[in-house]
């Protein structure tokens, strides 16, 4: 009936070092790279972003 006592804190704790173990990968990814990478990703996202732009609909009416 009664499941693993855990301490709240610990609890919280080991969640925000996990938040920031994500964090920190997630910084290496994007500031860890080559000039050359981070031009050829920025070239990318601007031609997915043209391209985005490209399909979107006009509609007569604005909200």
């Known amino acids: 009936m009664a499941g693993?006592?855990?301490n709240l804190r610990v609890?919280?704790?080991a969640a925000e070092r996990a938040a920031?173990?994500?964090?920190a990968a997630a910084n290496r990814a994007a500031h860890g790279r080559s000039k050359a990478q981070r031009?050829?990703?920025?070239e990318s996202e601007?031609?997915?972003n043209a391209l985005l732009d490209?399909?979107?609909?006009?509609?007569?009416e604005a909200p």
């Open 4 to 6: 693993e006592v855990v």
């Open 11 to 13: 609890a919280r704790k």
């Open 20 to 23: 920031k173990d994500r964090e």
């Open 39 to 42: 031009q050829r990703d920025a």
């Open 46 to 48: 601007r031609r997915r």
């Open 54 to 60: 490209g399909a979107r609909r006009e509609d007569s």
